[in-house]
T-cell receptor, first 116, second 107 residues
Framework: KAGVTQTPRYLIKTRGQQVTLSCSPI?????VSWYQQTPGQGLQFLFE???????NKGNFPGRFSGRQFSNSRSEMNVSTLELGDSALYLC???????????????FGPGTRLTVL | KQEVTQIPAALSVPEGENLVLNCSFT??????LQWFRQDPGKGLTSLLL?????REQTSGRLNASLDKSSGRSTLYIAASQPGDSATYLC??????FGAGTTVTVRA
């Protein structure tokens, strides 16, 4: 069974640009969660999508948005990039029939975003 | 809101020593708790998931315990090897991850 895949693996952008990251979950998984990881802040939750609907949202500005498609693939978009958006962006998938608690999560390799 | 703490932030041990990693959480009403390993610049690899109804879970040299009443989980790694060097994170909720303990096993 293929794991969680993320594309692209590396991105370099300049301030003010926008970026779209993609995540394909494990087959059969309907929940996709996105996280930002930086050395200073650790792993921070961005949002979770389940059956094409956003189910949970972290404390990030509206420049960060996402969506999920009918095949459970998810995209994350960041508009008007800032230097502080440089980070490793991770997505995780789970079966997640319930929005509560923690189903076993499986992470992708991440997308390393550098904003210059 | 569930807060998760991992102490110490870093740990260095000689090869062969047993590792004990701690994870504390504030809300005892958790569903499950999951332990992960992360190598530098990589994604997280799931190690163990402990269901809320379980007291412990084992996989090879790894054993994780869960005590909901005291808000603690412990990950034990027996007979550590240099390949165990990594950062270990615990999660009590999708929104609540610990900052991790970075382990160095010296050959």
């Amino acid at each position: 069974k293929a794991g969680v895949t993320q594309t692209p693996r590396y991105l370099i952008k300049t301030r003010g640009q926008q970026v779209t990251l993609s995540c394909s979950p494990i087959s059969g998984h309907r929940s996709v969660s996105w996280y930002q990881q930086t050395p200073g802040q650790g792993l921070q939750f961005l949002f979770e999508y389940f059956s094409e609907t956003q189910r949970n949202k972290g404390n990030f500005p509206g420049r960060f948005s996402g969506r999920q498609f009918s095949n459970s693939r998810s995209e994350m978009n960041v508009s008007t990039l800032e230097l502080g958006d440089s980070a490793l962006y991770l997505c995780a998938s789970s079966l997640s029939s319930s929005g509560q608690g923690l189903d076993e999560q499986f992470f992708g390799p991440g997308t390393r975003l550098t904003v210059l | 809101k569930q807060e998760v703490t991992q102490i110490p932030a870093a740990l260095s041990v000689p090869e062969g020593e047993n590792l004990v990693l701690n994870c504390s959480f504030t809300d005892s009403a958790i569903y499950n708790l999951q332990w992960f390993r992360q190598d530098p610049g990589k994604g997280l690899t799931s190690l163990l998931l402990i269901q809320s109804s379980q007291r412990e879970q084992t996989s090879g040299r790894l054993n994780a315990s869960l005590d909901k009443s005291s808000g603690r989980s412990t990950l034990y790694i027996a007979a550590s090897q240099p390949g165990d060097s990594a950062t270990y994170l615990c999660a009590a909720h999708k929104l609540s991850f610990g900052a991790g303990t970075t382990v160095t096993v010296r050959a």
